[in-house]
Every structure is written in C-alpha cells, then in structure tokens.
C-alpha cells in the first residue's frame, strides 16, 4: 500500500524502486518495486522488522547504495545516481561516529569547514547548533568526556549544521537507555518542528514511531504494506501483518453476517454479533479475522452483556495497566488491558468464568 501526495508537497519521490543484491535474475530481493512520497517539512518514519528493507531505502536516499530500477526524486531532481557527497542530505547513524580527538564545538564545525565556509560562518553556524541541542556548557569538552545521550546530540548538530534538505536518521535512539531514548524522542521531534527540516527516521521500535512520527511507513519483506498517521495506522491497519506488528491486537475468526456501508456485522466465536470497521477494498462475505485492541474490551462478570464468554488464566500488573488473559470457550486466547486508577479497580481472579464486552466500532474486519 502507497502514498503519493502532490509532487509539489514532495522533498522524496520515491517511484517504483527496487533494490536486488548480486544481480538478476538469482538476486537478494531487497525493495520490491515501491513507490512512496515523503513530505516537506515531514517528519517521516520507514518502521518494520530487521531485513525488511527499511534500512536499503534509506541508503538508497543517502547515495551510499544505488537503485536497480525506479528513481528516487528530490525536489524534483533525479539523484538516483548522484554520489552521497553531491546530495543536499545528511545522515546521522547508531554509532555516532564522532571524532574523540576533537571538541563538541570542533566536531560540529568539521562538516563545514570542509565545504570551505568561511570561519564567520561556521563560528556563527556552530553556535546556533549548541543552543538547538542545549549543549553550550559542553563545547570545549572532547566527545568522549560526554555521556551517550549528549553525544547523540553533537552528532544531531553536526549532520543540521549544514542545513541539508533531509536529513536521515539510521536508528539513532538503539544504543540509550530507556529514559533517555524516551527524553531523546520528545528532543528530535522539537528539533524537526524547529528546523523545519524533513527527517526519515529508521526504526524497528513501534513506540518510536508512533510517538514522534507524522506519517509511517509499515514495510516487510521490501514492500511497504500501508503508509499512514500513527493513528491511522494503529486504529486502521491495513492488514493482518500492520495490526500485528503495531502495538498488542487479538485476532479471532469471525464470518461476515451482513454489510452496511464501510462497516460489516460479524458473527464471533460463539455467535455474538458485533460492527466492525472494513477497510477499503476488502471482500464483503465470507470469513474474516477480527481484530481487537485489548484497550477496546472490558473484562465483565459472567452472565453480564459481554459477547464473549471464557476463563481468567492469567493476570499481570504492569504498573500504568493490567493485562488479563482469558481462555475464550470459542476461539483462543484474549487480552483485556485496563487502565489503573483510584475509582477502575476491578475484582477477578484467576479461574474465574468471565465474559468479554467489546467496545462499540472498535473490531476491523482483515481478509485472513
């Protein structure tokens, strides 16, 4: 599934791509012809499992691979076989790949100072760099006197300071802690919106992406199988691998009972009917798999209006929520996620006989 905005919105173009390693016919299949526009002023994100081709599309952008076929537009221009050093781009990688012999303030004023700016210039340009990223204090400090997170911003500074176009970013965030990639998430994000600059982030994190991105690209095995807001693509995926891969979803076998619309009611293990959403272009009869966010359930007393019925095997507390397990009579397992609070407090046990109550449009029909 692709996306193609108007061509005068776009900064990439990227037109029926493909990518295969060691030739035809034979060849590792990396990018399957695939066409995506990305956005000016966008912040962008390619999110999939490990060799799912994300990374080749990036590299393809950067210049550092070249395609088999398709071409890759930039503001219009063909740089499809430009060299990297003759695109306006720039690309920050998982190792930061700082000089340890040089300053903060030198580091970032080395990618200038080879494009022959003049030493007004850089000094100007670098000091603006340091108070973008909050790292004034820090500029005559060596890189490697400098924590792993306050490296990743010399080297954020360092690829903007050029002013690129675009600039990618090679899953930057892997190597930091838990608290730090979540404060380094909120940073990028700040430094996109403030710069303006179109960023195309890398990730295998879902988190990652939906936090920060305004549009995601979902790939496997070198397609791109939907291209959406993070809304869109965790409320609306497109198909089974999407719901899947975003987030926690259960899958049930469902049977199409009748269409209204974009919606169709379906028959769920044990008979119950409810509405869910179809996507455009899906089959209108026949069976299905329903998917349910665990967010979009409740767990209920037996014998209260829940359209499934089965047995509490497992309760986990998770701090924020609670993840319950129920061993549906008719179908696999469930999960219900509920919110902790003073006033949601909810009393069940394991071995329990339960019931699940669905909320109201909150199931997608998907083609099996």
């Given amino acids: 599934m692709t996306d193609l905005p108007s061509t005068q919105e776009l900064a990439i173009d990227v037109s029926g791509v493909s990518k295969v390693f060691g030739g035809e016919p034979g060849g590792f299949r990396a990018l399957d ?8 002023n966008e912040f962008f994100t390619l999110l999939g499992p490990s060799g799912c081709g994300k990374t080749t599309l990036l590299r393809l952008i950067a210049g550092f691979e070249y395609p088999t076929s398709g071409k890759i537009l930039l503001h219009g221009e063909d740089i499809g076989l430009l060299p990297p050093y003759k695109r306006p781009v720039n690309t920050v990688f998982q190792s930061y790949a700082l000089f340890p012999h040089l300053t903060v303030a030198q580091n970032i004023a080395f990618g200038l100072e080879m494009l022959g700016r003049p030493a007004a210039e850089v000094r100007d340009t670098v000091d603006r760099m340091l108070a973008l990223v909050k ?14 997170g306050q490296q990743q911003r010399v080297a954020l500074a360092r690829a903007l300071a050029p002013s690129p176009k675009v600039l990618l970013l090679d899953e930057p965030l892997s190597a930091l802690d838990y608290k730090l990639r979540k404060e380094m ?61 975003i987030g926690e979803t259960n899958f049930l076998s469902a049977e199409i009972d009748s269409v209204l619309e974009d919606h169709a009611i379906l028959r769920l293990p044990g008979g119950g009917l409810e509405k869910a959403f179809l996507p455009k272009g899906a089959k209108t009869s026949g069976k299905v798999t329903a998917a349910i966010r665990p967010e979009h359930a409740d767990l209920v007393p037996e014998g209260a209006d829940g359209g499934l019925r089965g047995t509490l095997s497992n309760i986990i507390y998770s701090g924020s929520s609670t993840h319950y397990h129920v061993r549906l009579h008719d179908g696999p397992d469930f999960v219900v996620r509920t919110q902790n609070s003073p006033d949601n407090k909810l009393e069940f046990s394991v071995g329990q006989a339960v019931g699940v109550r669905v909320h109201d449009r909150c199931v997608q029909a998907l083609e099996d």
């Fill in 33 to 40: 012809n695939i066409s995506v526009g990305i956005r000016n």
């Fill in 185 to 245: 998430q909120i940073e990028l994000k700040r430094l996109q919106n403030e710069t303006g600059i179109t960023f195309i982030f890398v990730t295998h994190d879902q988190e990652e992406a939906l936090t920060m991105s305004d549009r995601i690209a979902v790939m496997s095995a070198g397609l791109i199988r939907q291209v959406g807001t993070p809304s869109e693509i965790y409320d609306r995926p497109a198909d089974r691998f999407v719901a899947d891969f």
């Fill in 135 to 148: 790292m004034e204090p820090m500029r005559d400090r060596l890189t490697n006197q400098i924590s792993g």
